[in-house]
């Protein structure tokens, strides 16, 4: 039995009372124990784990949080590589964790002391993150430091070094992640600032086609989560041309991200369906810079070479986007949804209101460059300044199909350009 006592702890950000931690060590016998046994751990409820290295998963475990929490220890640095994640689901199948929370600010909440990400989902197949709580991975929001990290990182590699962000003894593994669910969980992101709340990858910088990726990032979802806060970059990525059937349904996006949710670099056969984005808008660090625009959510590939193919943006409702800054052209185009080098795509069903309210600036769905064969239909939208509009420096968008939708903008309802 582990001491019970309680102790009072002072962070920079919150107090805490607990009734004590339990060191990494002790939680890392727990989870070698139980792959030798029943397969199931049950954590004390209230406890803290204090973990000093990543923590390794096993085939068929299963982890009742039971509402204790998980964070790095104050010596995480002294014993890690700089991509280490707080938890290793790699090489696994079948593993189940529920109901804990993992926050990275208990005990030293500097940046240069926490884990890369806090799970690291790399050759994982069927496996379940369910009703966790995630939060305070990154730097102090007012600070200028931003940590390119994700809490979950689920990604596949064809080649040995695809990616750079694998701890150093993984980067020359060759896995597939799929069939991986994350439902029901809360990412929390008020007082500390990343990049990515969740990233889902393959690699895309040899412009390799789908069809020609061997390990894919397929069939995962991403059911009922809630994201409250602001992510630099997106808070949710999809990416690369082995990214495909994939599903993001039913969440609850409240805050500010470049794009809330992303469909890009080649990604294809992906769903984004029925979640609520509301308060977003540009993140302030990007405000002057004219080639980021804003899109609650964006459908694009990168390139002639990646297009993103047969993607689905269906009955998502988004309101309520700002840009709290002074007009810069670079908002001009700024947009509830954006299309960009795609094929096939379908948006649907959505509903698009009051989105940069009393600005001269702001489309409800944006058609820009290099799209073909797109269906845009039973969407409304109300409350903005343009409706469905075709980017004036765009290219090559070929039979764009616009039907019943529903328009209450203050400019055009609809423009497509002459060729169209």
Not at 217 to 246: M, R, S
Not at 345 to 355: A, F, L, S, Y
Not at 362 to 384: F, H, S
């Amino acid at each position: 039995m582990f001491k019970n006592e309680t102790k009072l702890f002072l962070s920079i950000f919150t107090i805490f009372i607990f009734t004590g931690y339990v060191e990494a060590s002790d939680l890392q016998t727990l989870i070698d124990k139980a792959d030798a046994g029943n397969k199931i751990i049950t954590l004390e409820k209230n406890k803290i784990y204090k973990i000093d290295k990543s923590l390794v998963l096993y085939n068929d475990i299963t982890i009742n949080g039971n509402g204790a929490t998980l964070t790095q220890s104050e010596n995480w640095k002294n014993y890690n590589n700089v991509y280490e994640p707080l938890l290793r689901m790699v090489n696994i199948k079948n593993v189940k964790i529920n109901n804990l929370v993992f926050d990275h600010a208990v005990f030293d909440s500097k940046p240069n002391n926490q884990p890369f990400s806090t799970i690291l989902m790399f050759g994982a197949q069927d496996c379940l993150v369910e009703r966790c709580t995630f939060k305070n991975l990154g730097g102090p929001y007012d600070s200028k430091y931003v940590k390119g990290s994700p809490f979950i990182l689920m990604i596949s590699q064809d080649n040995k070094n695809d990616f750079t962000y694998l701890p150093d003894n993984l980067k020359s593994k060759l896995y597939s992640t799929n069939n991986n669910v994350i439902k029901s969980c809360k990412f929390i992101n008020n007082n500390t600032y990343i990049s990515f709340a969740i990233r889902v990858l393959t690699q895309w910088t040899k412009n390799t086609s789908t069809e020609d990726v061997i390990n894919k990032t397929q069939y995962n979802k991403i059911l009922n989560c809630e994201f409250i806060g602001e992510y630099d970059w997106n808070t949710v990525e999809l990416a690369g041309p082995g990214v495909i059937h994939n599903e993001v349904s039913n969440n609850i996006i409240d805050g500010k991200s470049v794009n809330n949710l992303d469909i890009d670099k080649g990604a294809s056969f992906n769903v984004f369906r029925n979640n609520i984005i509301k308060n977003s808008g540009l993140p302030s660090r990007h405000f002057f810079k004219l080639n980021v625009r804003f899109a609650a959510i964006a459908v694009h590939g990168s390139s002639t070479s990646l297009i993103g193919r047969n993607n689905l943006v269906e009955n998502n409702t988004i309101n309520n986007l700002r840009i709290n800054n002074a007009y810069q052209k670079g908002y001009l185009y700024s947009s509830a949804i954006q299309i960009l080098y795609t094929d096939n795509t379908t948006i649907k069903g959505n509903i698009i209101d009051n989105i940069f309210d009393k600005e001269i600036y702001g489309v409800g769905i944006l058609i820009d460059q290099y799209n073909t064969n797109i269906i845009v239909e039973n969407n409304k939208i109300v409350n903005a300044y343009r409706g469905i509009y075709e980017s004036l420096n765009s290219r090559k968008n070929i039979l764009p199909k616009i039907k019943n939708n529903t328009i209450n903008v203050k400019k055009e309802k609809i423009f497509l350009k002459p060729n169209n």
